[in-house]
């Protein structure tokens, strides 16, 4: 069986989908793995647009400093067993908890808008679209406290229809969610990653 020696997963969806919960948990399964928080290059407040309702735009691709992401990105995909956390760069997580030297690297990032941007869409092997109802997207949100923190009325009038057009546009431009097994190495031999 043919193994990669590094392998890029995205996982995006919907506000409070659990994508940070899901790759942590992966993070902590998998060897090798690392974690990109695509919310840890949000754009200060002062730089993030607002609408003629007081709404601020951080769910738009302008509200992200990609290309700083994509440097973190290429950096590990350039080495991604030399890659280190660098003391300016506080957007990876913790190093792999798990080593071995026979299985790939494993990249997971994570985030809300990633399946439009064309940089980072062309390295990901694997990509998952994480969704749950509006209702529980809703209530799960009210459990959070953001800074600046959602004024009433944004996520119904901002942030559910931004990620409804988020949806169709990864529809429109006929982007792949791949859904398949990628072998990597555990107890018992080679198995299937997800």
Known sequence: MLVKEKIVIGISGVTNAGKTSLSLRLQKALPN????????????????????????????????????????????????????????????????????PDAPHILLIEGFLMYTYRPLLNVFDLRYLLTVPFDEAKRRRSTRVYCPEDPPGYFEGHVWPMYLEHKEEIRSLGVDIAYGPVPVRGPGGWRPLL
């Open 33 to 100: 793995c690392k974690v990109i928080h695509q919310d840890d290059f949000f754009k200060p407040p002062e730089e993030v647009v607002v609408d003629s309702n007081g709404f601020y735009q951080y769910d738009v691709i302008t509200a992200l400093n990609m290309d700083a992401m994509m440097n973190v990105v290429n950096a590990w995909i350039k080495d991604p067993s030399g890659f280190k956390e660098l003391p300016s760069e506080s957007h990876i997580t913790s190093q792999p908890l798990q080593y071995d």
